[in-house]
């Protein structure tokens, strides 16, 4: 409602008072008309634009961290889950615990922040002490972020460069 009231003053301003009314020929005054008509649309939607992009820019960049220094503490407890990496649950972007049982400290996650292999962890019945490549079908290298693979089933991909 209000864009079509701002349109209608708009139309008023540039019809009365922005084209000249001299001895303009009527086809000259239709082309400034559509003209100004054209400018005023873009001049609208630049506007709405730059406030979406106002209303936008929490979203797109995370607030400050609150405890910037310290590293985040994995695996770590939160609402009795166990987590081996950032998580976004009620946020959105990745965090971190900063205790092992969450207390409310926590940081917003960088991409230096991956999860950890864990040494030695337990694989069938083997105690393994590095990356491998044992039981993972597409030859890669991985390693487990607990100390029991077999119990907890977390793991990740080893770097290709220590294959």
């Not at 990745?94 to 922040?113: E, H, M, N």
Request: overall charge positive; some cysteine.
């Amino acid at each position: 409602m209000m864009g079509i009231a701002a349109c209608g003053r708009s139309k008023y301003l540039y019809e009365n008072f922005l084209v000249p009314q001299g001895n303009v020929s009527r086809e000259k005054r239709g082309r400034q008309l559509e003209v100004m008509r054209h400018l005023v649309g873009w001049l609208l939607l630049a506007v709405y634009m730059y406030g979406l992009n106002a209303d936008l820019v929490p979203y797109l960049h995370p607030p400050e961290e609150e405890f910037p220094a310290q590293n985040c503490t994995f695996p770590f407890i939160y609402n009795e889950v166990v987590y081996h990496s950032c998580i976004s649950v009620h946020s959105d972007f990745d965090w971190c615990s900063l205790d092992y049982y969450f207390q409310g400290r926590w940081r917003y996650c960088k991409a230096f922040d991956p999860p950890i292999c864990i040494f030695p962890f337990q694989f069938g019945k083997k105690s393994i002490n590095e990356c491998t490549k044992q039981g993972y079908i597409l030859n890669r290298s991985w390693c487990s972020l607990t100390d029991n693979y077999n119990r907890d089933r977390k793991w990740k991909q080893c770097s290709p460069y220590n294959d």
